[in-house]
């Protein structure tokens, strides 16, 4: 049983079991809409029209949710392909590069990390953003070309960095941390970390290629 748990199609083998319940309660229901008469077939009327969809509504969401927060995820839009590849630039200047290449966010969940306002309602934030990407990527014209919605916040690098000892011992980072801390200058500004995805200049660039 815990082999079968630490499987990961598990979860949705689950879902669709959910989902299957919940349609033959349903399916019962309306071949014997007598049953509902008896308050125990009221009982189960409520169950089958209520719990059990809601049941699998939310674990389904749950499970969604998560699987947003994956790179592959992001990256499944034909779209996102070119900051896919900026991944994998053989630049240890290039900061997305870097810090996917030699694990200093999850590469399986790169995106999700770096691009997640880590105020309260960040979560909350990136998901419906996520949303809205997805939506217009079917339905819509995705922008062009691609750029934030706003300005890439400090804290989301101090999220990480700050208090690291490499950081804070940097005289550069020290002599403008207030800076940096009240936003007043840009951990991406010219001149400082601005080797983001620069998608523009993949053709000149070169690749790095994980071992097999």
Known sequence: MKLALLNPQTPLVLLYGLLALALAAALVLVLKP?????????????????????????????????RSEQTRFC??????????????????????AVHFQNHLVPPDAACYTCHTDYGQFGTL????????????????????????????????????????????DDP???AMMSLLVSGQLSCVSSGCHDMVHDVSQLSQQKFWSPKP
Not at 75 to 96: N, R
Not at 144 to 161: A, G, R
């Open 34 to 66: 007598a049953l509902t008469r008896s308050r125990d077939g009221k009982i189960f009327a409520f169950g089958a029209l209520f719990l059990l969809p809601l049941l699998a509504f939310g674990f389904g969401g749950s499970q969604q949710l998560t």
């Open 172 to 174: 550069t980072h020290s």
């Open 125 to 168: 934030d990136a998901k419906m953003q996520g949303l809205h990407h997805v939506w217009v990527e079917y339905f819509g014209t995705p922008m062009n070309p691609i750029h934030l919605y706003q300005p890439f916040k400090n804290q989301t690098c101090l999220h990480c960095h700050a208090g690291a000892r490499s950081f804070e």
């Open 75 to 96: 990256l499944a839009c034909h779209t996102m392909a070119p900051w896919g590849k900026s991944l994998y630039i053989a630049d240890e200047h290039h900061i997305p």
